[in-house]
Structures are given as C-alpha cells and as structure tokens.
C-alpha cells in the first residue's frame, strides 16, 4: 500500500512535467529538451532557498516555477529571435544549466534533512487531518504524512490542469494554440507567433520547474543528475495519455497527459518490484516512446496489407 | 476623380531581391509605384514569376523591402511587422490549407478572428455572443455549416475552407482585402461560389480590394481596375472606363504581346551570342 500510494504522489507530481512537455510538444510542436535542465534548475533553486536561506516552502516552491519559466523563455528567445533550430536551442540551454546548477547548489547534491518543506508541512496537516500519524485503509496501514501528500499533489495537479484547461479557451490561449497549428494563419489575424512561442514555453518550462521543485520535497534532496532524461518520460506519459483519449479537444488532452503519466509511474514502479534492474530504466523508456511513435504508421501499413490480401 | 483624396495604398519604388548574389536570384519587384484609391476592387493579373503574388505578400509585410515604401490608409507602414499590419489588411491565401487552423474547429477558428489586430486577452474564446452571430452569418453562406460549428475546420473541403476563412478575412471590416488567386486550387464550381461571395462581400462593405488572379474570366467580369504586371514592374493599368470595354480578347492579345516582346528579347540574345561569342 505505501508502495502505490508512492508511485501514485510520484506519478502525480510528474503530471505537471507531462503537462509541460504537452504544452511544448503537442501544441508547438517542439520537442524541448530544456526540460530535461530545467526540471533539475527548479529544483536546485527551491532547494538552496529551503537548506541555505530557510525560505518558506511555499515561496521556495514558486521560485521553482519561476526559475523553469526563466529557462523555458531562454530556450524561447534562442529559437525566434535567433532562428536557432528548437531543437538544438533546447541542447544549449539544458547543457548550460547543468552548470548554472551545480553553481546554484554548491555541490552536486542537497539533502534537505532538517529543512522546513512542503513534506513538513503535509506532516502537520496529516496530523490535523487524520489525528494519528497513521491510520486504517480498508485494511491497509497508511502514513496519514503519505496520504495528506497524494491528497494535496492531486488536488494541485487537478487546479493546475483545470487554470491550464481555462486558459487554452481564452482568445489569448486559442491563439497560442493556433500558432502551432497554423503559424502564418496566426500572422495574418495579427498575432505574434514568436512573442506566443516564448510565452508557451515559459510555461511549459515553469510547469516542469515546478514538478521538479515538489519531486526535491518528496524525495527530500535535489540532485544535480535528477533531469536526466526527463523529457523522454514525459514524451511516454503524453503518449500513453494519448492512446487513452484518442480525442483532439483540449480538455481530453490534458486529462490525458495526467492520467498518461500516473499510469506509466505505476507500471514503472510494478517492473521495478518484479525485478527490473533501475538501471534498464531509461533504456526501456526510450524504447517504450520509440514503439509508441512508430507503431501506428507500422499498424496502418500492415493493416492495409492484410486487407490486401484476401483481394 | 478626387484627388484631395489620400488613396487607401501608396507603394512607391517598390524593390525586392531574393537570394541576392546567388545563382538562385529573382528580383520580383523591381520599383513598383501603385496608389489604390479607397473602394475600389482592383484585379492583379501577371504570368508566373510576374511578381504579384509578392506585391501581395509585400503590402501584408511577409517580408520587409529592400528599397521604396508603402503607405496603407495614410500610415507608413514599410518597417512594420506582418502581425502588426494586420490590423488593418484582411488575407485570403491561395492554399485553403494556409487560412485556417486545421486542428481547431470552425467556432475557434472565428474567435481568432474577432481579434484580427486587437488586444488578445484572457476573454472566454469563443465568447457566446459571436457563436450567435457566427451562427447567422455562416448561415447566409448556404453550405450547411451552421450546426457544425463544433467541428474541425481540417474535415471541410477547400471550398468550404476559402469560403470561411474569407468571412474570417472580413469579420472585422479590414481596410484593405487582399486575395492571392483564393480559387486556383479549387474545383469550377467551387471556385464560382467563392467568386460570387466574395463578390457579394466586398460590394456590399465596399472593401478595398486587392486580388491576384490567373483567370481572365474573373478579370473581366469583377473589379474595377486591372494592373497588368510583368518582370517586376506595372505594365498596363486599365481604369474603370477602360475596363468596362475590356474583353478577354482584348487581354489575352495583351498577353500575347508580351510573350512576343520575350521572344524577341530571347532571340535577340542569341543572335548576339551567336555574333560575339
């Protein structure tokens, strides 16, 4: 039981990395491996505010958002204004905050033991809560800490998607999302496709530092390696979340993208406890997103000629 | 006819290279003077690599030029953005599939519309009172649109397509329409209804229009000027009383002279050729 609880805070805490990279690969069509420096950049911030300046875990978690919104905007302003190619712009930016990290950190690893989190925090509320540090669930012994956690990372993950849903429906975020679909169209009603383009990968970014500020919290350390390949797992969660819905509409999408990535959390964690080396992980990841790419062209070709056949 | 009157455009010494200085170099305009009066249709007619599809993309500012200006309803507009200029021009693309987000349903794609050069905010897209009014006026285009308004815009044919995205050109009443052949890629009789709409259209808001066309039927019988173009530059241009006597004879005999001009300069090199190398 504490093992699902944990795979589904972790699987929702990465929903927010997988609404970033929907953000940034579905509706501009970028595949940004920023991502896979700014996870890291929002957690190292929120981690030094909370270790070194015993910031508010509540500021500290915002400085998270912020500071991936910050890496997303550079990503941003390499690819218009410099008509760098987005995906070489998103090399650049994840190389250099590598050491833009480990300067921010000190040192490739912070423990935040001893630290005021949000992890404090939901071990007080859970005590207010539930009124015991551990409680009953049909059967199950249960951290009322773990639980306050999964309750209050679903209930944000659900206001997030819900702000995000909203904003795709005003005049402002439909035509964000025009101007990946038809960027010249975008032009000719008079929008700013490069001003859009900055401003969706800022958020995109700023979703995916804060998933990584609240993943530090979690685990309790930040750590100068944590980004690596991050993008790939949030590419798998959009992916899976993808095949669930198999519907165009906005809304459709970002549940998708939630539940894409607490599913693919739990079969992660499932693999694990039956024996897959961690080390496999990312390799299986990669694979997984390779399959899952290639697969439809491959069923629509083998379809048509089965179909051919009996002709 | 007024001539206190400021035109709605004003281009003047017009000069555009691409690909400068490489084997690949066209010079599309080469010092275009054009003053279009407010209200009046004009018709652009040109063969390929002409340049009138540039002129077009020119004023809508796809790209900025290397020499001249352009002045649009009194404004000088030659260093402004395409997104800015916007504002005041309303486009109709030669491809259906340039005008519309075809992911995006026909409901959406108007709320972008209704913005055309405004302020895009954080207002509910779209709004209930222009899926009302959307509703009224895809109506009036009797294609059967007006209980789809929830579908993607990518599942309509092209005319259904240019049919739209020209209501969506002049939702907001633009200073300047521009149409870059809008029905080359259409079947006939698509391609009629679209010519009739638009006719309907710019005669009843009295749109100043610009549109580029290959067909000399739609020459004759739209507009109220023709601007001939060739090699870059303006080589004739009929006034409405010369229009009206205009058949398409008359301008395929045009066409014809100046094929003949071409061939003469053609054969003119060669016989220089032949003579000095």
């Known amino acids: 039981m504490t093992l699902l609880i944990g795979a589904l805070t972790l699987g929702a805490i ?11 690969f579905r509706i501009f069509a970028i595949a940004d491996i920023t991502v896979d420096g700014s996870l890291t950049f929002g957690a190292a911030v929120t981690g030094i505010l909370l270790v070194k300046y015993g910031v508010n875990p509540l500021l500290a978690t915002g400085a998270g958002f912020v500071a991936g919104m910050l890496a997303g905007t550079v990503s941003g302003i390499l690819q218009t204004r410099f008509r760098i190619n987005p995906l070489l712009a998103g090399i650049l930016v994840m190389t250099a905050l590598y050491s833009v990290n480990l300067h921010v950190m000190g040192r490739s690893n912070i423990p935040f033991l001893g630290a005021v989190t949000l992890s404090s925090y939901c071990e007080r509320i859970g005590h207010h809560l539930f009124g015991a540090a551990a409680i009953d669930l049909a059967g199950w012994e249960v951290s009322a800490t773990d639980l306050t956690v999964l309750l209050l990372m679903g209930l ?16 402002l975020g439909t035509a964000m999302r025009a101007s990946g679909d038809n960027p010249q169209m975008v032009e000719a009603l008079g929008g700013n496709v490069q001003r859009y383009r900055v401003f969706g990968l800022a958020l995109s970014n700023g979703l995916v530092g804060l998933a990584g500020s609240l993943w530090a919290q979690y685990q309790n350390f930040a ?6 390949g991050m993008v790939v797992w949030g590419l798998a969660s959009v992916i899976i ?60 070709k083998y379809g048509a000629r089965a179909n051919r056949r009996p002709a | 006819m007024n001539a206190t009157l400021q035109p709605m455009v004003r281009i003047s010494g017009a000069c555009k290279t691409f690909h400068a200085g490489t084997i690949n170099e066209v010079r599309p305009m080469r010092g275009i003077d054009l003053e279009i009066a407010e209200g009046s249709f004009v018709i652009v007619l040109g063969g390929n690599g002409s340049g ?226």
Request: hydrophobic share 50%; glycine share 8%.
């Open chain 1, 156 to 171: 944000l993950v659900g206001l997030t998607a819900l702000a995000l849903w909203a904003f795709f429906r005003t005049d």
């Open chain 1, 223 to 228: 750590d100068a390696q944590m980004g690596i």
């Open chain 2, 52 to 277: 009138k599809s540039t002129l077009l993309n020119a004023i809508a500012g796809s790209f900025l030029l290397d020499a001249g200006r352009i002045e649009l309803d009194g404004r000088d507009v030659t260093a402004w953005p395409e997104y800015r200029r916007a504002s005041l021009i309303g486009r109709v693309f030669q491809n259906p599939f340039s005008g519309t987000a075809p992911t995006m349903t026909i409901a959406e794609n108007f709320s972008l519309a209704a913005k055309r050069g405004l302020m895009r905010g954080l207002g509910w897209a779209p709004s209930r009172r222009l899926r009302d009014e959307l509703r009224e006026r895809v109506f009036e285009l009797k294609m059967g649109l007006e209980d789809r308004m929830d579908t993607a815009i990518g599942s309509l044919s092209g005319g259904q397509r240019q049919a739209l995205t020209l209501l969506m050109a002049t939702w907001l009443r633009p200073r300047l329409l521009l149409l870059d052949e809008h029905t080359a890629a259409l079947d006939p009789k698509s391609a009629d209804q679209v010519i009739a709409l638009t006719d309907r259209i710019v005669t009843r808001e009295r749109l100043t229009t610009l549109m580029v066309t290959h067909s000399m039927q739609q020459a004759v019988n739209l507009g109220d000027r023709i601007v001939m173009m060739h090699k870059g530059q303006v080589l004739h241009d009929f006034s409405a009383t010369q229009k009206r006597r205009l058949r398409v004879d008359d301008l395929l005999a045009c066409f014809e002279d100046i094929r003949r001009r071409e061939l003469l300069d053609e054969s003119a090199a060669e016989m220089l050729q032949g003579q000095y190398v």
């Open chain 1, 241 to 300: 979340g993808e095949a669930l819905t198999a519907a165009p509409s906005i809304g459709y999408a970002i549940a998708g993208a939630i539940i894409g990535s607490v599913l693919f959390r739990q079969l992660v964690a499932i693999a694990l406890s039956f024996g897959l080396n961690p080390n496999d992980l990312k390799l299986v990841t990669a694979a997984f997103v390779f399959v899952a790419l290639v697969l439809p062209d491959f069923l629509a």
């Open chain 1, 14 to 24: 990465l929903a927010l990395l997988a609404l970033g990279v929907y953000i940034s």
